[in-house]
């Protein structure tokens, strides 16, 4: 009963996951590791919901902001102003940390004794990543290889590409079609994990924490189609030209805390991952430019499924 319950419970988590795909494209930060990585020649699978919160990018939009958005891209010609520099720092900021749920489904698996690897699907951003397992021991709930309590240590590389579309929302929408926003990035993110087993060999959960290194490659571009310097006269020569594919990079750091609860073959993980970052100066049209940086939260739920293969 207890199995079939945990089986309900997946069914639903996947079917959220599935109404958050048009909206979930951004690559997961959320930390659900353990110290522990998946015994050899076992599986794990299971899926994770959360919400992107990004300080700097709630901070960069308003109402004022999304009323000037709607007007400007119901109009056949758009003066270049402030409000226009605001709307391309807006879509920046969307790029590189939106505002929106998130989901992904995963699986791994052990390839040998204290290494597993394992892909991630984002609806969007597709992840793979693998784990080395540096501390504590490498047994399973059936075959214990250490004392309930024990410590584990771990530290992964993630890779993951994606194509940064804003999301289709009115506003986004209305400042895609005044800027021709576009832009793809690939993220890189080193956890280093430690948890604290509950029970033998994870049997019952773990409660885990440690710290993250992220580093992001963005390409993006504007192509306006309707933007113009002066009154707006619609003379070629004033139009604002588009600004090519410009490349930036940045770093973020920082930490997480999961919880790891069930038993044996099925748990539900509650985490909550901060980040720091430094986005750094980005160029815009007209030859201006934008400063970005801030924290983000992301808390998140997962459910994890942990299938066994049989042992001599």
Known sequence: MLLL???????RLTAAAALLTAASCTAPRAIVSTGKVTPRGEFRAGGNLAFNLPTET???????????????????????????????TAALAYALDPVRPASDLYIRYGVINRLDVGYKYAFGSHVFDAMYQFLGPTGTPENPGGQPGATYGSIGLQYATQRAKL???????DVNSVLGFRASRHDLLVPLVFSQSLGAEEEIGAISYGVVYAHSFLRYGFQPRNLYNGPGSGFVNDRVPELGTTRQNFSS????????????????IPA??????NYGEYQLLNNKTAKLSGLTFIPSLGLQFRIPTARR
Do not use: H
Request: proline content about 3%; cysteine-free.
């Open 5 to 11: 319950s945990f089986f309900r419970a997946a069914v």
């Open 58 to 88: 709630i901070g960069k939009t308003g109402s004022a902001l999304l009323k000037a958005a709607e007007e400007a891209a119901n109009k056949d010609t758009v003066r270049y102003n402030q409000t226009i520099e605001r709307l391309q």
């Open 167 to 173: 999301p289709n929302i009115p506003f986004l929408d």
């Open 253 to 268: 750091f920082g930490a997480f805390f999961n919880a790891k609860l069930g038993y044996r073959y099925a748990y539900f």
């Open 272 to 277: 909550l991952s901060v980040y720091y970052q």
